[in-house]
């Protein structure tokens, strides 16, 4: 059972279209992040979230923070071939320090 | 100037032979860590270190064996590689251990590969 689920696991799209990826928890996170991964590379931090609710966008990519602190999205509008990649989220349990890492979604946007 | 380098970029060994890789920071971070990311893209981590004191150890079997010598060097040296050790392994850093709002940096990772 892994901690921290994210849907969808694949995703292909025509470039211009919006998507939403979820990343999901029956635990509570003290911080939430985001990475994007490029074949052959390692995780890049987009974004973190730390408060319940908060939203924070980051040009065409808009994340927010559940109310509960259990779960996130990550949604692109007009999504461009230069965003595919892996979407990770990762997670701090509440009185933790370890990262939890989510199960990944695969993106590819068409030209 | 890479800021997390690791190496080698590729493994390719035979089962039961012993490996090393090797990771820097030049970021001036206290505490740096190794992930294993598998074949379904899930990483993990396995093992991190704070100011050269280990702090994190994931169950990890004891054929894995992290050291670092000082707080920019976290080497991973691995006895008797199996099957299941193949993998990509990653180092990272961050600024201190308090998970959080801290950024981790990836290096660029190491492919495994036990034949």
């Known amino acids: 059972t892994q901690l921290l689920e994210q849907s969808p696991q694949f995703l292909s799209i025509q470039e211009g279209e919006n998507l939403t990826v979820y990343c999901n928890s029956s635990s509570v996170f003290s911080s939430l992040q985001w990475y994007r991964q490029e074949p052959g590379e390692g995780p890049v931090l987009l974004v973190t979230v730390v408060t319940g609710g908060e939203v924070k966008k980051l040009k065409r990519l808009t994340f927010q923070f559940g109310d509960a602190r259990k779960d996130s999205s990550l949604h692109i509008t007009a999504a461009q071939p230069g965003d595919t990649g892996l979407y990770l989220c990762?997670?701090?349990?509440?009185?933790?320090?370890?990262?939890?890492f989510g199960t990944g979604t695969r993106l590819k946007v068409l030209a | 100037d890479t800021a997390v380098s690791q190496t080698p970029k590729y493994l390719v060994t035979q089962m039961g032979n012993d490996k090393s890789i090797k990771c820097e920071q030049n970021?001036?971070?206290?505490?740096m860590y190794w992930y294993k990311q598998d074949s379904k893209k899930f990483l993990k981590i396995m093992f991190s270190y704070n100011n050269k004191e280990l702090i994190i150890n994931e169950t990890v079997p004891n054929r894995f064996s992290p050291k670092s010598p000082d707080k920019a060097h976290l080497n991973l040296h691995i006895n008797s590689l199996e099957l299941g050790d193949s993998a990509v392994y990653f180092c990272?850093?961050?600024?201190?251990?308090?998970?959080?709002?801290?950024?981790?940096?990836f290096g660029a990772g190491t492919r495994l590969s036990v034949l």
């Open positions: 970021l001036g971070h206290d505490t």
């Open positions: 990272a850093s961050s600024q201190d251990w308090r998970g959080g709002k801290n950024i981790q940096y």
């Open positions: 990762a997670g701090v349990r509440t009185g933790t320090y370890k990262y939890i």
